[in-house]
């Protein structure tokens, strides 16, 4: 009888390294159930190329030649800055630009959806909060958009105003562990299709113009990984990378998919004669600058298809289903509704 509950795999069964993606990944043994410990946990065989060892956390008495290294823990932020956020839209940038694309009621249901903070550290400021599938709220992004054009606004030194409540707020030991945006919502829909993009900014307003799909973003071109979609295994996940970013993406999908995710990646956009940059959200803007108010919206006919082809129930029909699906998760979120409907009345923003 082994001293240690977890030991490693003793067959020569062989597993994609999380660390090097190369099939050279010993797994842990539960001994008490039998089973295989989550995919995170083992040690990789390429001793010197890649050396990821982690071992499950009662695993402190290692007889191996390697140092124990707990996970590292994410920090959370108190789920009430969330809801002091949800204030002065007013003066939002962000939110008045979608104000001149998308219905009041259209832009009330995606501040709820997404919980879209207002903050005066820059001038009309939002904050993107990352709140996770277990509604932990790991990250707030500060950024500001201009009102008219809905771009990102920048300093006088041509640098985009960016910043993270975390620094703002002087958290010295805040354990940064960033999530998908928009994660929080895979726990309040029965929708199984998730159409991931980069841009927050896109991600939002994908899900008015397509609310066939969930919409996340990745935050940045490098957050399309393993380990910020790995709460989305199950899922029949879509992403749209940005324009000369489709290569990039796929290789990251061939790597994904080893790990059991249904996860495929549109060339749509790749083929198009857009600039470098562009996003789905930009080419239904222009689409749509196009075509008259009246006239149904003119998206790539091949595009089209594809999600035509892949939709068949909104995710969301009424704001009240929201509400309803929201609080359920969590009640802190009645709070945050409740200040919603009041908003702008005192136009307090989140003082960062
Ligand atoms: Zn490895």
Redesign the pocket.
């Known amino acids: 009888m082994t001293p240690y509950r977890y030991i490693l795999d003793t067959s020569s069964k062989k597993y994609r ?1 999380p ?2 993606h ?1 099939k ?2 010993v797994r842990f043994i539960d001994t008490e159930t039998g089973e295989v410990m989550p995919d995170e946990f083992g040690r ?1 065989d ?1 001793e010197s190329k ?1 050396k ?1 060892f982690n071992a499950p956390k009662s695993e402190t008495k290692t007889d191996f030649n390697y140092e124990y290294i707990p996970p590292v823990k994410s920090s959370y932020h108190d789920y009430n800055l969330v809801i002091e956020s949800g204030r002065g839209f007013k003066s939002n940038n962000f939110i008045k630009f979608l104000k001149t694309v998308f219905g009041a009621d259209e832009v009330k249901e995606v501040i709820m959806r997404y919980l879209i903070g207002s903050t005066k550290y820059f001038e009309g400021g939002t904050v993107f909060w990352q709140i996770d599938d277990q509604q932990k709220v790991r990250h707030g992004k500060v950024m500001a958009y201009n009102a008219s054009t809905g771009k990102r606004s920048k300093d006088a030194n041509g640098k985009a105003h960016i910043n993270s409540v975390r620094s703002l707020m002087k958290l010295q030991d805040f354990n940064l562990k960033q999530c998908l945006f928009g994660l929080h919502l895979v726990n309040e829909t029965d929708c199984k299709k998730i159409a991931l993009v980069e841009g927050e900014k896109t991600a939002i307003m994908m899900s008015i113009f397509k609310p066939e799909y969930l919409w996340m973003a990745t935050g940045s071109k490098h957050g399309f990984k393993y380990e910020y979609l790995k709460p989305l295994k199950g899922f029949e996940i879509v992403a749209f990378p940005d324009k000369s970013e489709y290569s990039h993406w796929l290789a990251k999908a061939k790597e994904i998919k080893c790990y059991g995710l249904d996860v495929s990646v549109s060339e749509w956009m790749e083929t198009t004669t857009y600039p470098d940059g562009t996003d789905l959200a930009d080419v239904y803007l222009m689409e749509r600058k196009k075509s008259s108010p009246e006239t149904p919206q003119q998206f790539p006919k091949s595009e089209q298809d594809e999600l035509i082809k892949k939709s068949d129930n909104r995710i969301y029909s009424t704001s009240e289903k929201i509400l309803k699906k929201l609080t359920g998760i969590n009640p802190n979120v009645l709070e945050l509704v409740k200040q919603f409907e009041l908003t702008d009345i005192n136009g307090i923003a989140l003082k960062l």
């Open positions: 390294c660390n090097c190369k050279t990944f990789c390429r890649c990821y």
